[in-house]
C-alpha cells in the first residue's frame, strides 16, 4: 500500500503524543504521596528510571529497531509501554513502591525509548530537504502529549482511582501507539539506501570528539529543563504560592512551550543552522536561569522565565537529530542519535538530584553555571567542525 507522508507525519505524532504523557509525572507526585504515603523523592526515582530507560533503549536498540522496521519497532513501543502503566496501576493497588519502578520506570521506559526513536528516524526520512522541521514537528508531539496528559490525570484519578488511572491511560495510549505503529513505514528510498551502507562502530561513536561535544551539549542543557519538570507542580505551589487549580495549569502551559520551543527552534535551524540555533537558545536559557532567583516571589514573571527556559530545554531535542545528521551524514544519523540521547537519560538524574540539593531558588544559578559551560563546549564544537564534517 502506498503511504502518504502526511500521514506518516500524523502516525508520528500520535505515538509522541502518546509518550509524551511521561513530562506530566509531577500530577502523579502528590496522589501517589497522599494514598500510599510514598515520599516525594523516592516517587520521582520512577521518572527518573523511566527517562533513563528511554535514552538508554534509543541508543542500544536504535539499529535494531531501524533494522525490523517501524511497525515492528512502533509495536514493541506500544506493548512495553501499555505493560508498564498496568503493572504500574498493580504496584499502586498492592502498594509497591519497587514494583511500581520496575514496571512504570523500567517496563514504561523501554516502550518510551522505541516510541520516540521510531517516529523521529522514519518521517525525517520522508523530508530530507526540511530535516529540522520533520524532527521539530515530530518531537513538539511529545511535548503536547505532556500538556494533554496534566488534564486528564485528575479527572481520572477521581473517575477511577490512582491504580484505575493508571490502567485506563495503559489501555488508551496503547490503542493509539498501536494504530501509528501499523502505518508507519520508510519511504521506498530509504530501505533501498538502509541495506547499503556501513554503520559506524559504538566505539568510533563514543571516541569521536564531535559526538562527546553533542553529548554534552544535550546532557547540560537538559538538566536544568528536566529538573523543573520533574517537580513543576509542587515548584509552582511551593516557590511562589500556586493553587493546586493553578499549578495544573502552570504543568500544562509548561508542556505548551516544551512543545512551540521544539517546532520554533528546529525550523530555525533549518535557516540559520544547528550550531547558531543551539547557541542562542542556550545563552537565552542561562539568562533565565540566573534572573529566577530575583523574581521567585513575582509569579508572573516566575512562569515566563520559567517556559522560556522549557522552549529552550525542547529545542535541544527538535535540533538534535538534523545537528546530528548534519555533522555524521544519512548512513550513520539514526545509530549517532540513539547514542547521543543517554545524556538525556544521564541527566534525568542529575538534574532532578541537582534540584534537591537545597530547597532555596537560589540553586537555579547552579543550572546558569551548567548554561554556561555548554557554551564552552559549543565554541569547542565549532572548532571541530571545521574539519571535515561527514564520516565516511
Known amino acids: 500500500m502506498k503511504k502518504n507522508k502526511y500521514l506518516i507525519v500524523l502516525a508520528g505524532m500520535i505515538m509522541q503524543l502518546s ?16 494514598e500510599l504515603n510514598w515520599d516525594a523523592h523516592d516517587t520521582k526515582t520512577g521518572f ?31 506493548l512495553f509501554l501499555t505493560v508498564g502503566l498496568l503493572g504500574g496501576a498493580l504496584a499502586v493497588n498492592i502498594g509497591s513502591i519497587f514494583l511500581f519502578y520496575w514496571t512504570f520506570g523500567v517496563l514504561q521506559g523501554i516502550g518510551l525509548g522505541f516510541g520516540y526513536v521510531v517516529p523521529v528516524y522514519t518521517v525525517v526520512k520522508w523530508f530530507p ?25 485528575s479527572p481520572l484519578i477521581a473517575s477511577a482511582g490512582l491504580s484505575g488511572a493508571f490502567a485506563v491511560l495503559g489501555i488508551a495510549y496503547g490503542i493509539c501507539m498501536l494504530l501509528s505503529a501499523l502505518y ?21 561513536i563514543i571516541t569521536d570528539k564531535r ?17 523543573i519538570i520533574s517537580k513543576a507542580a509542587v515548584l509552582g505551589q511551593e516557590v511562589v504560592g ?7 495549569l502552570f504543568v500544562a502551559i509548561i508542556g505548551l512551550f516544551n512543545g512551540i520551543g521544539r517546532l520554533f527552534w528546529s525550523s530555525i535551524s533549518d535557516k540559520i543552522g544547528c550550531w547558531t540555533t543551539f547557541m542562542v537558545f542556550i545563552g537565552v536559557n542561562a539568562i533565565c536561569f540566573a534572573l529566577i532567583p530575583s523574581f521567585s516571589t513575582n509569579n508572573t514573571s516566575f512562569q515566563i522565565l520559567t517556559y522560556v ?9 527538535a535540533t538534535m537529530p538534523s545537528f546530528v545528521k548534519s555533522i555524521f551524514g544519512t548512513e550513520n544519523y539514526g545509530q549517532v542519535l540513539g547514542y547521543t540521547l543517554t545524556a538525556w537519560s544521564a541527566a534525568a538524574f542529575v538534574g532532578p538530584l541537582l534540584l534537591g540539593l537545597s530547597t ?5 544559578y547552579l543550572f546558569a553555571i551548567l548554561l554556561a559551560v555548554a557554551l564552552i563546549v559549543g565554541f569547542w564544537l565549532k572548532g571541530l567542525l571545521s574539519k571535515p564534517l561527514v564520516v565516511a
Not at 551539549?217 to 537538559?222: A, E, P, Q, S, Y
Request: aromatic letters at 12%.
Open 19 to 34: 509518550i509524551g504523557s511521561i513530562y506530566a509525572y509531577s500530577k502523579w507526585i502528590e496522589p501517589l504521596s497522599k
Open 48 to 78: 527518573s528510571l523511566a527517562i533513563c530507560f528511554l535514552g538508554l533503549t534509543a541508543a542500544f536498540m536504535g539499529k535494531f529497531a531501524q533494522k525490523v522496521g517501524p511497525t515492528k519497532a512502533g509495536l514493541l513501543a506500544a
Open 129 to 153: 530537504d526540511r530535516p529540522g522541521f520533520a524532527s521539530g514537528i515530530i518531537i513538539m508531539s511529545f511535548a503536547l502529549g505532556s500538556l494533554l496528559a496534566s488534564f486528564l490525570i
Open 184 to 204: 508507519l513505514a520508510n519511504p521506498a528510498t530509504a530501505e533501498t539506501k538502509h541495506h547499503a551502507h556501513v554503520d559506524l562502530t559504538p566505539k568510533e
Open 211 to 227: 559526538f562527546i561535544a553533542l553529548w554534552l551539549l544535550l546532557f547540560l542543557n537538559v538538566c536544568g529543563g528536566i529538573a
Open 242 to 248: 500556586m493553587s493546586a487549580a493553578q499549578s495544573t
Open 309 to 317: 527556559i522549557i522552549a529552550g530545554y525542547g529545542a535541544g531535542f
Open 360 to 364: 532555596e531558588i537560589t540553586i537555579f
